[in-house]
Each structure stands twice: as structure tokens, then as C-alpha cells.
């Protein structure tokens, strides 16, 4: 009890501890705040599909922004989707048509593999100090040596050899001195050992694999399309419009021969016949008026 009570209130003894306890609370908060956020994440994500994500992309796009750990991993990610599910064609019966851009893929596709934005450095890492965390192992290991050799140096300095009653009165604080010296060592070694055990331990059981069901989740959801495969799909769609167009302009002059000819049907044709009826009626009134005109010429 009384060696515990001088461990406690040795300065040395006191540091070792304080950066243990310090440094494992720090990364037990950090690792968990994480993985509740990398949780919160996959429940979000569950409802999506290949399927549905094209008309919920703005849903997912929040979703990802609005979540720490993946907000700077998708602003760079989302520069690198592309858009192609299908265009539309109208054929000569009106009908509409739909025709995939690629034979073999629809939908959103990404030009990058997922875990090229989606991995531990950009979603994990950039959470907490990784260097701090890092450096706690050899910071606690740097710690044994140094106050051992110190409190060593301390309890050689408690000894007088002026008498033997003063070397038997100082031996005693000699001892107490070195045990609190081994503690040290024994103290920084431990803590290196139980936070490093710690750490690898909440990082495998419990992180690691919750960013590992986010990271599939997201692969998932998106094809991956190579820089070749899009150029072809850009170049087949540039084909496609090309041959549409001349197809519209081919047919320009057909649709406005058509267009000329009912316009003369259903407008110009009434309004020349209504004319030459008009014409008729009034040549028939005058030639009636000629007649009655030389009837009364004969009577007079």
C-alpha cells in the first residue's frame, strides 16, 4: 500500500499514466464516434439499388455529403460518374423508343474503382490524429527508459558515504527510489503494450469491419466503366444523333410538301370554291336583271 501511495504521488509515475489514460480515451472516443457514423451510414444506404439510384441520385448525393465521413471522398468522386442510361427516339408512327447507350451497361457508372475514394485514408483517418495515434507506442516505450534512468540517477543521489549510520539511514530511500524506477519501465511498457493490444483490437472487431460493408455497399450501386468503353459509348451516341439528324433533314422536304398540300386542302380549296359560288350566284342575278331590262323594252 505504501509503495502504491509513492507510485501515485511520484511526478514520473504520474506523467506515464496521465499520457495512458489520456491516449487510449482519445482513440476508444475517436473509434467509435466513427464507426456509430459508418453505421448511421450503411442504414442509410441499405434502400438504394443500381436500379433506383438514378432518380434518387440527389437523395444519395445529401446523404454522402451530409455524412463526415464521406463528404470529401464523394466531392472528389462524383467528378469521375458518368451519366448514361438511355435516349429517346421517335420513330415515323409517332411511337417512342428507347435505346441503351451501352449494350452492355445503363445507369450511373463510375470511371474509377470505389475504393480509389472510398478507403480508410479518406473515410477513416481523416476523422481523428492519425499521427498522434501513431506515435502513443513509442512515446510510452521512449517514457520507461527515460524516467528510470532518471529516478536511477535520483536514488544514487539520496546515498551518503560520509558514515556507515548515514549510508544505513539513506539506503532505505535508495530502495524506495529504484523500485519506483522499475515501476517506470514496467509502467511504460505496459501501457505501450495495452493501448497498441486496444487499438488493433476495437480497429479489427469493430471498425474495420463496418467500413468494409459501407465500401461494398457503394461498389455495389455503381458500374465501373473504362476510359475506352466511355469513348466508344460517347462516339456510338454521337453516330446516333448524327443519324437522326439527316434523317429529320431528309425528311424536311416531304413534311412540308404534305404540309402545303393539306394546307391547300382544308383551306385554300373551301375558300376558291366559296369564291367562284359567289361569282356564279352573281352572274346568274345579272343575267336575270338583263332579261326583266328587255322585257319592259318591248312594251314601251
Not at 436500379?51 to 467528378?79: H, M, V, W
Not at 527508459?145 to 532505505?172: M, N
Not at 370554291?273 to 318591248?298: C, F, H, M, P, R
Request: net charge negative; glycine share 4%; aromatic share 12%.
Amino acid at each position: 500500500m505504501d509503495l502504491f501511495i509513492r507510485l501515485i504521488e511520484d511526478p514520473p509515475v504520474l506523467i506515464i499514466l496521465t499520457a495512458f489514460t489520456v491516449s487510449i480515451s482519445y482513440m476508444l472516443t475517436k473509434y467509435i464516434k466513427i464507426t456509430k457514423l459508418l453505421k448511421a451510414l450503411y442504414t442509410q444506404l441499405e434502400s438504394f439499388t443500381k436500379g433506383n439510384l438514378s432518380y434518387r441520385f440527389e437523395e444519395f448525393k445529401q446523404i454522402l455529403l451530409g455524412n463526415p465521413c464521406t463528404q470529401k471522398a464523394f466531392e472528389d468522386f462524383q467528378y469521375s460518374l458518368v451519366f448514361s442510361d438511355t435516349l429517346a427516339f421517335q420513330d415515323s408512327d409517332d411511337k417512342i423508343e428507347y435505346e441503351n447507350v451501352s449494350e452492355s451497361v445503363s445507369g450511373i457508372q463510375a470511371t474509377t474503382d470505389i475504393p480509389y475514394f472510398f478507403n480508410d485514408d479518406s473515410m477513416i483517418s481523416t476523422q481523428y490524429n492519425k499521427n498522434f495515434i501513431g506515435v502513443v507506442p513509442t512515446l510510452l516505450t521512449g517514457f520507461g527508459p527515460l524516467f528510470t534512468f532518471l529516478k536511477i540517477a535520483t536514488a544514487f543521489g539520496k546515498l551518503d558515504f560520509t558514515s556507515a549510520q548515514t549510508i544505513t539511514a539513506t539506503v532505505a530511500e535508495f530502495v524506495a527510489e529504484m523500485q519506483i524506477a522499475a515501476m517506470c519501465s514496467v509502467l511504460a511498457v505496459g501501457g505501450c503494450l495495452v493501448f497498441t493490444v486496444t487499438e488493433k483490437m476495437v480497429n479489427s472487431l469493430i471498425l474495420m469491419p463496418t467500413f468494409a460493408k459501407v465500401q461494398l455497399k457503394l461498389a455495389s450501386l455503381f458500374n465501373v466503366i473504362s476510359t475506352e468503353s466511355f469513348l466508344i459509348d460517347l462516339l456510338k451516341t454521337s453516330k446516333i444523333q448524327n443519324h437522326e439528324n439527316g434523317t429529320i433533314l431528309k425528311s424536311i422536304p416531304r413534311s412540308f410538301a404534305t404540309s402545303i398540300q393539306k394546307d391547300l386542302a382544308n383551306v385554300i380549296q373551301p375558300y376558291l370554291e366559296g369564291i367562284i359560288y359567289g361569282v356564279n350566284s352573281l352572274t346568274e342575278q345579272l343575267a336575270k336583271k338583263s332579261e326583266s331590262n328587255d322585257e319592259l323594252g318591248g312594251l314601251f
